[in-house]
């Protein structure tokens, strides 16, 4: 009964080969978030959608780019990963109101070869 | 912008002892915040957050806007507690992180 669901869990990829995550959820929420996670290191925010409103973090490298084509997925796009790309990558959605908890996905942990 | 600090990376406790992880913020505006934990191998999931002023699994947290603090307790650590615990505060509809504090309970 997973809400948030991302595919694939580990997804291994070479250094500069293009690379999609995907991420969809059951939930009907209207905000979708992808993050990164380095090792031992807090989530750090890329961007989100809400609705189809596409929000930049504005440290978030060119590299990383997102499609939301409707309510239920959301697709983080590495155009060419570099090594430092390697990372945990967490979808999360919210119902954007008020103190609305975000909830997320179990990740994609990726490696680059 | 806001801010959210945990001063401790590494908190080890023996079963049975009190636990407290601290957490403090910096925001201008009325702060949402929450507590996320993160077991081995699971998905990051919310624990708690101070406005529903609730206990779950044995922790609170109280919202001290005085202190700007929203530490989390439980009086009797149990080892399923080990786990990464974040404590994060929303505006505009993100989340701000903290460095997170790693809960280890000795048996």
């Known amino acids: 009964d997973a809400m948030v669901i991302q595919n694939p869990r580990y997804q291994v990829t070479q250094f500069g080969k293009p690379v999609t995550l995907s991420c969809s959820q059951t939930?009907?929420?209207?905000?979708m978030y992808w993050y990164q996670q380095k090792s031992s290191q807090a989530p750090k925010l890329l961007f989100h959608?809400?609705?189809?409103?596409?929000?930049n973090e504005a440290d978030t490298p060119d590299n990383f780019q997102s499609r939301r084509p409707n309510t239920s997925f959301c697709f983080l796009d590495i155009r060419s990963p570099g090594l430092g790309d390697a990372a945990m990558y967490l979808c999360?959605?919210?119902?954007?109101?008020?103190?609305?908890?975000?909830?997320f996905g179990d990740g994609t942990r990726l490696s680059i070869l | 912008a806001q801010r959210v600090t945990q001063p401790e990376k590494l908190l080890s406790v023996f079963k049975g002892a009190p636990v407290e992880l601290k957490c403090n913020y910096s925001?201008?505006?009325?702060?949402?915040l929450f507590w996320y934990v993160q077991y081995s191998r699971q998905r990051l999931q919310l624990l708690l957050r101070?406005?529903s002023r609730e206990s779950i699994k044995g922790f609170t947290a109280d919202l001290n806007k005085g202190e700007t603090s929203f530490h989390l307790k439980k009086p009797f650590a149990q080892e399923e507690d080990s786990a990464m615990y974040y404590c994060?505060?929303?505006?505009?509809?993100?989340?701000?992180f903290g460095g997170g504090t790693r809960l280890m309970v000795k048996p």
């Open positions: 999360a959605t919210s119902r954007g109101e008020n103190n609305q908890p975000q909830h």
């Open positions: 939930l009907n929420h209207n905000v």
């Open positions: 959608y809400y609705d189809k409103d596409f929000n």
């Open positions: 925001y201008s505006g009325s702060p949402e």
């Open positions: 101070h406005i």
């Open positions: 994060a505060l929303n505006a505009g509809n993100m989340l701000t």
